[in-house]
């Protein structure tokens, strides 16, 4: 299927350079660009526990977009889907400590892995604390028992919702890191992939897919999925993805959840509506309670059409986090009493 | 250029039905559907002016997403690209009616003006009180001149967000209908158009473009724009369509600006940044000031890849409203201090 790569913008290769000015200046003041490729606040209160997240970039506004008000401090920026560097990691999180010590939360991708651990380690060095939690969130990336070999996906925003708020509020990186291990443990996500995106610089496609056919559980650059198949109703691949989840935790009557569906770029919000009216009836039906939701374009792919479910269970502390108002060029919400 | 159809929804005759229950669900309890397509607030209070917004479906989130705290009361809803029924204009308005009169505040196309009209006529024979104020913001689409015959296209946000807040705070119709007359005098858009969007309905898409061709002031259903022309830059676009828009007012040395970069569905944030950062150095050279910024996706026409730049002159009563904060689905942001 041959599709022309058809984008505003300048140079390919400067785009990300432009992208981060034009983010921070999306953020009327409240960002600052560092000398590297990387995105802090500009007002980080002196005692304050850090966050630090981070990642390659064409998935905005992940990850540099969510730098704000009860979310992250600061991010450390990549090129095109490839993690940013250990120096971009270490001059990022310089930035951002105040000397209570740093969170790293960034999604779980080898690149990303080796250059933050490296990162940490120079950090280290320095006596600065760090600690670190990857998020995990994809169901269909491996099976539970190897969870920790799980890509982060869509998860990625609610997981800095709600570990910003906590790392705004609690006063030791250790409580910040319960918080955020709590919360991952109980995150799960899918999506599904109808058309690729292509990347600027090479000009390609990420992945090929006929014309009549989707893959369920693909990843956010076009890794494998579990069933390549024909594209069906969205009620029949809601019921998929939700089977797929909800097996997975699992999650049981009576439980509490946020909800998150979210486009990987070019899926229309009807589309995306109608998949919501779907899931709703599900979790209806299996006594499993909606706290708080979002439907909208947060973790994306470039132009790849597909979404994404993300389902994280809340207890009374989770709730309260995510309760709280939030403010980014990338996502805000107003507080939730 | 073929391009296969290829979206996750049910029967396309019921996307635009499924769409309102997925999206009332959405909201969390805020909003209500009506026996017609129309969506309402589910709570309004007695004696408050009531704002009214509406039109083609498609173009998610506008505008059945936008109803919320400080935004549309309630909006009436049609089929694809199509104008809400007179029937459904006139029941969405009865059930957002608080005895203070009504303000319809709609994009200026034919069908729309045609039934919102018809609405406010079998109001009118009921004594309730309705004013008009249609969004005309696309100088691509008529001369200064015949500014009334502008068709709305993003700056539909910057009106339903200012509106919004006007109708919540002030006590007469005439005063939010003021407040919505000023704000419609000193805003302008233009859009850019780099791939088509499919209507489901029909498996169409609404126009053709070359592999290497844009489309400058294409409307939001492909209506003709000002310039069919070769993929430029970033910049090179930005530059057309900010010349175009500055003269057009003309905005001046001094002037405060709220700034929405809209995405019209498929284009990446990556290119919308990209754009900010330009359109930020053309308004810094020209001593045009921006009180505040917005980019991302609100007005689309389904998939169709493309932006809009929209420029509203502010005073201090238009930034008082804008600086409010605003809760739906689709879009939410935190007052501003």
Redesign the interface.
């Given at each position: 299927m041959a599709?022309?790569i058809?984008?505003?913008?300048?140079?390919p290769r400067r785009?990300?350079d432009?992208?981060?000015?034009?983010?921070v200046?999306?953020s009327?003041g409240r960002t600052k660009r560092l000398a590297v490729d990387a995105i802090v606040k500009s007002e980080i209160p002196d005692g304050k526990v850090a966050l630090l997240i981070g990642g390659g970039?064409?998935h905005?506004?992940l990850f540099h977009?969510f730098i704000g008000?009860n979310m992250g401090d600061g991010a450390a920026c990549g090129q095109f889907f490839a993690a940013p560097s250990p120096h971009i990691v270490y001059e990022a999180a310089k930035a951002v400590h105040r000397g209570k010590g740093i969170l790293f939360l960034y999604g779980n991708y080898a690149g990303d892995n080796m250059n933050f651990d490296i990162g940490a380690e120079m950090l280290a060095d320095e006596g600065v604390e760090v600690r670190t939690v990857r998020v995990t969130d994809d169901v269909a990336a491996a099976p539970p028992e190897r969870m920790h070999d799980r890509r982060g996906i869509a998860g990625d925003l609610l997981m800095i919702r709600v570990v910003g708020a906590a790392a705004a509020h609690l006063d030791r990186l250790d409580e910040v890191e319960r918080v955020a291990k709590k919360a991952m443990a109980g995150l799960r996500s899918m999506g599904?992939a109808?058309?690729a995106g292509s990347i600027?610089e090479t000009g390609k496609l990420t992945f090929d897919l006929a014309?009549?056919e989707?893959e369920i559980g693909m990843g956010a650059h076009g890794e494998a999925g579990i069933s390549r198949q024909k594209?069906g109703?969205?009620?029949e691949?809601t019921d998929q993805m939700m089977e797929k989840i909800l097996a997975d935790l699992p999650f049981q009557a009576g439980d509490e959840v946020a909800l998150l569906i979210n486009n990987l770029?070019?899926?229309?919000?009807?589309?995306?509506?109608?998949?919501?009216?779907r899931v709703?009836q599900i979790l209806a039906e299996r006594g499993i309670t909606?706290h708080?939701?979002?439907?909208?374009?947060w973790v994306?792919s470039?132009?790849m059409?597909g979404?994404s479910i993300s389902l994280m269970r809340l207890d009374g502390e989770l709730k309260r986090y995510l309760d709280m108002?939030s403010?980014s060029?990338?996502y805000?919400?107003?507080e939730v009493k």
């Open positions: 599709k022309p058809k984008k505003i913008l300048n140079d785009a990300v432009e992208m981060l000015d034009g983010l200046l999306a009327d970039s064409g905005e506004p977009g008000e599904v109808v058309l600027p014309d009549d989707i594209l109703t969205a009620d691949i770029g070019a899926t229309t919000m009807m589309e995306m509506l109608v998949v919501n009216r709703r909606v708080r939701s979002d439907v909208g374009t994306t470039q132009e059409a979404l108002p403010r060029v990338g805000s919400s107003l």
